[in-house]
């Protein structure tokens, strides 16, 4: 069993910053892909972000250029680095972990983009 703690969310402007952390439970972190997905109110959750065991990523289109996803393996944390934040990205963001054929969800964390 992986487990999977969030921390970072909160209260920001547009055009503001936040950088969200995941750590994760397992002395194999290294092996595991790592993701961030988000939900707002009345929608689907969606990806934002991914991260490979090999440190390939991929994004959203709506978050291109502004988010970064990284790993730390020596700390079992992948990070969330959101830059030029809009209102639109107010939402839920759950971290995300799969390995050999299992996924594993943290508990969310909330992110605000408003004035």
């Known amino acids: 069993q992986v487990q999977l703690v969030e921390s970072g969310g909160g209260l920001v402007q547009p055009g503001g910053s936040l950088r969200l952390s995941c750590a994760a439970s397992?002395?194999?972190?290294?092996?595991?892909?790592m993701g961030w997905y988000r939900q707002a109110p009345g929608k689907q959750r969606e990806l934002v972000a991914a991260i490979t065991s090999g440190g390939s990523t991929n994004y959203a289109d709506s978050v291109k250029g502004r988010f970064t996803i990284s790993r730390g393996n020596a700390k079992n944390t992948v990070y969330l680095q959101m830059n030029s934040l809009k209102p639109e990205d107010t939402a839920v963001y759950y971290c995300n972990a799969e390995y050999s054929a299992s996924i594993y969800w943290g508990q969310g964390t909330q992110v605000t983009v408003s004035s």
């Open positions: 397992g002395s194999i972190f290294r092996f595991y892909a």
